[in-house]
């Protein structure tokens, strides 16, 4: 189970981007964590796969801890040995490798050629795509085939928990329900899943619970029926008035969301 | 329709150095076939002559694309590293003892055949160069990750000037012999000499590059070229950027240190010893680097070959014939060759565009 608990992260020393965030993954589910953009998703990530240095970003205060065990002082690799592998936000393949060489990457903690055969199958399995384009450079794939080439990737280490952050980003919408079908495959064969995307609908139609995030922290969280059922999340998320009418949260972000969940 | 399409397809990266390649080929056959006609011994000399001239500065420009690609940081001390190397040699082969020490070196009490025993010896050798390429990056490299390119340049620089004078002074560079086996010898073909290190250049490059082709399709050299493409999501993948950055700098050291071997025998140098011209190897190597593209194999391959035969062509045909060029000219060929090609293709043949340039 990885929970963070109160979590506060500085960049360079002054900006303040989390501010006490709390999060759990029990295992075995799907959490989804939902939040405008510039909420703080991302840096979540940082923190909890030890990347926070390289923006010269730093834990100030709370912890993240994985399976008891406090693992917020980690180096990214070590993360990886202990069971935890990310999808980046924006794929981030290896555009100059092959597929089969981005594949190899993702298995670098692997030192077991057996494990290494079997997680490469798995893969190939859940993606048939990426089979016959195994020798192609992946710079070539279209957008969707490399969103499949990048969570392929983060499955070739075997973790026990996949994050995924905002993986529909920039995907047309039979792309985004293929992802979805394939998470919740992902999921059936024992990997939690961190699942992190503006798309509240998307997320929540597969999650076994949900946090929406602002400002660095949770304003709200629970079972998707209730956050689905929420006005705010209707309005703001899923793009839905009360009265049915259509409209985009941006529009009213400024002024009605603040008054609901800051007062 | 299709056709015309897929012509425009082609990725001009691939058209040009093609182009300046045809043209040079061409220029050079034409040429080549008269002096062929006129003195054949005369012109296979000097083309095996650049070969190993080449090959020489192909081992040293595949030292920088090493550190380059994985580290982004173009190694000044390649260089001091070479000599350094050649230096290591010349203790152990020629003083016979183990460095630094009086204990004498076994390997040359083993018996066997003396090429048997120097070969040994430049394995030795060039672990200790592998050894140095690690002090350094530990000491010198890893600190400076996520800092300023140009200030890990400048550092590379500083290195550069520390083992040169180390090197100088401390261990009295005067001339070491290296022990090379074949000596200035050859084989002859006609009344012309064609020189055994011309050959052991070649195949040493060759053998080198096969070696690196192969590498970065291992699991390492992958991890190296993902880190060299985008570090942090490399690092995500788990691998370490550290361990990459230290291979990285032991090949790179070792290859430095090959080329130094080679910096001391025909056709760069006469005397077989390490001096103090050895270490300008690397700066003499420097255009073919910039020629092939900082960040790419191939390119140094081809820089290197390309660089070798301007400058040894030149050399053979143009200094009898042109009386105003002062006998170092050749020394300048290279950099022509480097201006001309950076004009056609300023992030050199191979390079990738976005590449800062220090
Ligand atoms: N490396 C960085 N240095 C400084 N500020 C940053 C850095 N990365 C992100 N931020 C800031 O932190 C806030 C949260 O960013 P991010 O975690 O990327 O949000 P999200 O993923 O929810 O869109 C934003 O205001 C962003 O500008
Ligand atoms: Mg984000």
């Known amino acids: 189970?990885?929970?963070?608990?109160?979590?506060?992260?500085?960049?360079?020393?002054?900006?303040?981007?989390?501010?006490?965030?709390?999060?759990?993954?029990?295992?075995?589910?799907?959490?989804?964590?939902?939040?405008?953009?510039?909420?703080?998703?991302?840096?979540?990530?940082?923190?909890?796969?030890?990347?926070?240095?390289?923006?010269?970003?730093?834990?100030?205060?709370?912890?993240?801890t994985w399976n008891g065990t406090d693992i917020s002082h980690y180096k990214p690799s070590r993360i990886v040995e202990a069971g935890i592998t990310q999808?980046?936000?924006?794929?981030?393949?290896?555009?100059?490798?092959?597929?089969?060489?981005?594949?190899?990457?993702?298995?670098?903690?692997?030192?077991?050629?057996?494990?290494?055969?079997?997680?490469?199958?798995?893969?190939?399995?859940?993606?048939?795509?990426?089979?016959?384009?195994?020798?192609?450079?992946?710079?070539?794939?279209?957008?969707?085939?490399?969103?499949?080439?990048?969570i392929g990737r983060a499955l070739m280490a075997a973790p026990q928990l996949l994050i995924l952050d905002e993986p529909s980003l920039g995907l047309a919408p039979m792309l985004i329900e293929q992802i979805r079908d394939i998470i919740v495959d992902i999921n059936a064969g024992g990997v939690s899943v961190l699942l992190i995307e503006q798309n509240a609908m998307m997320a929540l139609s597969i999650a076994h619970y949900g946090y929406v995030m602002e400002s660095g922290k949770v304003v709200m969280d629970g079972e998707p029926k209730k956050l689905l059922a929420d006005e705010d999340v209707q309005e703001f998320y899923l793009g839905?008035?009360?009265?049915?009418?259509?409209?985009?949260?941006?529009?009213?972000?400024?002024?009605?969301?603040?008054?609901?969940?800051?007062? | 329709m299709a056709?015309?399409?897929?012509?425009?397809?082609?990725?001009?990266?691939?058209?040009?150095?093609?182009?300046?390649?045809?043209?040079?080929?061409?220029?050079?056959?034409?040429?080549?076939?008269?002096?062929l006609a006129n003195d054949p011994g005369l012109f296979l000399q000097t083309f095996m002559k650049s070969m190993g001239l080449g090959s020489t500065y192909a081992l040293i420009a595949l030292g920088f694309v090493l550190i380059f690609k994985a580290t982004q940081t173009v190694n000044f001390a390649q260089g001091a590293l070479a000599a350094t190397g050649a230096l290591f040699l010349?203790?152990?082969?020629?003083?016979?003892?183990?460095?630094?020490?009086?204990?004498?070196?076994?390997?040359?009490?083993?018996?066997?055949?003396?090429?048997?025993s120097w070969g040994l010896n430049v394995i030795v050798a060039?672990?200790?160069?592998?050894?140095?390429?690690?002090?350094?990056?530990r000491l010198a490299?890893?600190?400076?990750?996520?800092?300023?390119?140009?200030?890990?340049?400048?550092?590379?620089l500083g290195l550069e000037i520390m083992f040169r004078v180390f090197n100088n002074d401390a261990v009295e560079v005067e001339f070491r012999p290296l022990g090379v086996p074949w000596l200035a010898n050859g084989f002859k073909v006609g009344d012309r000499l064609i020189n055994w290190s011309f050959i052991a250049a070649m195949v040493t490059a060759a053998a080198a590059f096969v070696a690196v082709y192969f590498f970065y399709r291992s699991r390492l050299g992958i991890a190296m070229r993902a880190v060299a493409f985008d570090q942090e999501a490399a690092m995500a993948q788990g691998v370490s950027v550290g361990r990459v950055f230290a291979i990285a700098w032991a090949a790179g050291a070792v290859l430095a240190a090959v080329g130094g071997i080679f910096a001391t025998q025909p056709p760069v140098a006469q005397t077989l010893s390490v001096d103090q011209e050895t270490a300008n190897i690397a700066f003499r190597a420097l255009p073919a680097v910039i020629l092939g593209g900082l960040d790419s194999a191939s390119g140094a391959l081809l820089g290197g070959l390309i660089v070798g035969v301007a400058e040894i062509y030149a050399g053979q045909y143009a200094a009898g014939n042109v009386s105003w060029l002062g006998a170092g000219y050749p020394l300048?060929?290279?950099?022509?060759?480097?201006?001309i090609g950076l004009l056609i293709r300023p992030y050199g043949l191979f390079g990738t565009p976005e590449i800062r340039r220090v």
């Open chain 1, 1 to 64: 189970m990885l929970t963070v608990a109160n979590l506060e992260v500085v960049y360079n020393e002054v900006i303040l981007v989390l501010r006490g965030l709390s999060v759990e993954v029990p295992d075995g589910s799907i959490v989804a964590l939902l939040g405008a953009n510039g909420a703080g998703k991302t840096t979540a990530v940082r923190a909890i796969t030890g990347l926070l240095d390289v923006h010269e970003g730093d834990i100030t205060k709370g912890s993240v």
């Open chain 1, 87 to 150: 999808v980046m936000e924006g794929r981030r393949v290896f555009a100059e490798l092959t597929v089969d060489e981005n594949l190899s990457a993702g298995a670098f903690t692997v030192r077991d050629r057996k494990e290494n055969t079997e997680a490469y199958e798995r893969v190939m399995t859940l993606f048939p795509l990426l089979q016959s384009r195994r020798r192609d450079t992946a710079g070539y794939l279209s957008g969707g085939e490399q969103q499949m080439l990048a």
């Open chain 1, 240 to 263: 839905l008035r009360a009265e049915g009418e259509r409209r985009s949260f941006r529009d009213v972000k400024h002024y009605k969301r603040r008054k609901r969940w800051l007062s």
């Open chain 2, 3 to 35: 056709a015309a399409l897929r012509l425009e397809a082609v990725d001009p990266r691939r058209n040009a150095p093609l182009a300046f390649l045809t043209g040079l080929v061409g220029a050079a056959l034409v040429f080549g076939a008269v002096q």
């Open chain 2, 90 to 116: 010349s203790f152990l082969a020629t003083d016979g003892n183990i460095p630094f020490t009086s204990v004498s070196n076994p390997i040359n009490s083993l018996g066997g055949p003396g090429w048997m």
């Open chain 2, 126 to 137: 060039l672990a200790f160069a592998a050894a140095v390429g690690l002090v350094v990056e």
């Open chain 2, 141 to 156: 490299i890893r600190p400076m990750i996520g800092e300023p390119l140009f200030s890990v340049a400048v550092i590379t």
């Open chain 2, 332 to 339: 300048i060929v290279p950099y022509i060759v480097m201006i």
